[in-house]
């Protein structure tokens, strides 16, 4: 549970990182 939920924060983080960066 604690892995798939860092993995999906990452995936979010990321998607928001690169919505800015654009």
Request: some cysteine.
């Given at each position: 549970?604690?892995?798939?939920?860092?993995?999906?924060?990452?995936?979010?983080?990321?998607?928001?990182?690169?919505?800015i960066?654009?």
């Open positions: 549970p604690c892995s798939t939920a860092y993995e999906a924060s990452a995936t979010v983080t990321e998607q928001q990182l690169a919505a960066w654009s």
